[in-house]
């Protein structure tokens, strides 16, 4: 979809096309996001035709070539270890449904919370956290590398789609949305997007529920990939109580099913459980602070919230998933050798920048660490590892 076009008529709609407009607001509620009311791009251009500034943000989101990169970046397997694994676009996709079953319910802006889903992880490293935090250790005396910060600078400056403008100029909301933490150091250099953080406020209910869906996409389907690779076992998860309960409801409501089919039984369940509460919980704090705004919004403590009970259920799946998955000897290997690489090629480059393709090669040696950083992180696995072959091992292939 190509936005030049609606962009051109968008100064000259027809009453119809006004009255649409209007009706991507209608039945939100008051402290809704609504994209009428938007803070706006940081480059003015004319309001889409057909569609709503939020949806313009989406489908901005989905043509990028960011975007299409996450389907080879890993979420905690690496791309090659196996086609039915959780990538970062599959992850992307995931929270972005239980985002918008939220958004849905508690009639906040779903066009919104779906763009900040999708986008949340465009400026994540090859290789999930360890390469990230190689990433940060090489960027260490440099400004460091947080992946929140590179998909505000994918959006804001890497793509290149638009005569008109660097990156994909989204709206004031997704931006936001986006940028889920931030040091005091880098929000003062951010302008209105960081306030937030020096001023102690909120952000939207949307980014608040992006936030947390997040977490219940990664928690849950990081169990199902888990005991897929043969790394989790059931007997491991019977620790885990929000699991068990689950898992033994399955099992009394369908005793003749088992294998996978009694995996996703349960996961499903776990996740739905997750949703209700998040749902109740929230509710149950809208009419406690009760916003009339969106401003009320950003004053209030947070409010997208699961029930301490529930927080406490899944704090502790998330504990085990920490101890029994990520910390794997076979996840470990795996995250060593992501360091490795990811290492090397910041070496490489750093020692002789003239390797790098002309696009990341600057005359300014102070910006060039910063460079080489946005040319690793928007690597896929499989590049990564073949870009790091050409460097280092002797063959044919250059």
């Known amino acids: 979809m190509s936005d030049t076009r609606s962009d051109i008529r968008g100064d000259a709609q027809t009453p119809r096309m006004s009255a649409t407009l209007a009706a991507f607001d209608a039945g939100l509620a008051p402290y809704a996001a609504h994209a009428s009311q938007t803070r706006g791009r940081r480059f003015a251009e004319p309001p889409p035709a057909a569609r709503s500034e939020f949806q313009r943000d989406r489908d901005r989101i989905v043509h990028s070539t960011a975007f299409r990169r996450l389907e080879y970046k890993t979420q905690v397997f690496v791309n090659h270890e196996g086609d039915l694994f959780r990538t970062r676009l599959t992850h992307s996709l995931e929270v972005a449904q239980i985002a918008r079953s939220v958004a849905r319910n508690l009639r906040v802006n779903e066009d919104l919370v779906e763009a900040i889903s999708l986008a949340h992880d465009l400026g994540h490293t090859p290789f999930g956290h360890a390469g990230q935090d190689a990433l940060n250790e090489c960027m260490r005396e440099h400004g460091g590398f947080e992946h929140n910060l590179q998909s505000l600078a994918v959006v804001d400056e890497l793509e290149e789609h638009y005569g008109a403008f660097d990156g994909l100029n989204l709206c004031f909301e997704t931006r936001e949305g ?143 998933l920490y101890r029994n998955l990520y910390r794997h000897y076979r996840v470990m290997r795996m995250a060593n050798k992501a360091r490795r690489v990811v290492k090397g090629l910041f070496e490489a480059f750093s020692d002789d920048p003239r390797l790098l393709p002309p696009a990341y090669q600057t005359p300014d040696e102070a910006s060039q660490p910063r460079q080489i950083a946005h040319y690793i992180a928007g690597m896929t696995d499989r590049y990564a590892l073949k870009e790091y072959r050409r460097l280092f091992v002797v063959s044919d292939d250059v």
Do not use: M
Request: glycine share 4%; hydrophobic share 40%; proline share 3%.
């Open 178 to 320: 986006i940028l889920k933490h931030c040091s005091r150091e880098h929000a003062r250099r951010l302008g209105d997007l960081g306030e937030r953080f020096l001023l102690g406020r909120q952000p939207s209910l949307e980014a608040q529920i992006a936030n947390i869906a997040d977490e219940i996409a990664y928690n849950n389907h990081d169990v199902d990939d888990g005991l897929r690779s043969g790394l989790l076992t059931i007997e491991q998860l019977a620790e885990v109580e929000l699991w068990q309960a689950h898992y033994e409801a399955a099992r009394a409501e369908y005793p003749h099913i088992e294998g996978r089919r009694l995996v996703h039984e349960t996961v499903r369940r776990i996740i739905n459980t997750l949703i209700v509460d998040l749902i109740e919980e929230t509710s149950r704090n809208l009419a406690r602070h009760a916003p009339q705004s969106l401003d009320d919004v950003r004053a209030a403590p947070p409010i997208v919230a699961h029930s301490e009970g529930v927080a406490e259920q899944a704090a502790a799946l998330k504990r085990f």
